[in-house]
């Protein structure tokens, strides 16, 4: 037994100097991989700055920027709710003329075609006779009176198309109104 012991002995010596050894060399591999970590730590540190501020002064500035700030944003409300409304209005305009136009076309096209075998009558007597027939009871007209019957008839068919226009107008803006009372 004696003989064995320190056989035994010198087999754990062995073992715990190859575990020395092993943990040597992490001891200096580790050291190796953190040698840096100092100037590294420094490097990526980051600093955060907390300031406190108390609930009264925070309170009192944002009033402060309220105050300041909403007169201008209501302004800036303001106009553009003006702004709407004035395009509603050119939109109701527009509509109105449209609707106007429309019924002219009609009215014209309408009476275009009622007219047509006796505007083409009219056309061809008015070439082949100086005068033409502009009393519309068929009596030859000289060239004189043919041109101011001319100018009578469109004089007489603009003042129709400005009373149309006008009294559109007048529409238009009695709708204005009624829209103004009903939102005051």
Known sequence: MSTSAPASYADCVTSLRISL?????????????VQDFPRL?????????????????????ESSLRDEIG????LLLDRADKHLERQ???????KARAELNAGRLSHYS??????APHGAAKMKGSRNN????????????GGGAALRANMVRQRKEALKYSVERLELEVLQKERELRMRLEQA
């Open 130 to 141: 100086a005068g033409g027939s502009g009393s519309g009871k068929g009596k030859p007209l």
């Open 110 to 115: 309408g009476a275009d075609s009622d007219r």
């Open 88 to 94: 509603a209005r050119r939109i109701e305009t527009l």
């Open 71 to 74: 007169p201008f944003v209501a």
């Open 21 to 33: 050894s092993f943990l040597e060399s992490s001891v200096a591999t580790l050291g190796a991989g």
């Open 41 to 61: 730590s420094s490097v990526l540190k980051t600093v955060r700055h907390y300031e406190l501020i108390p609930q009264p002064t925070l309170a009192a500035a």
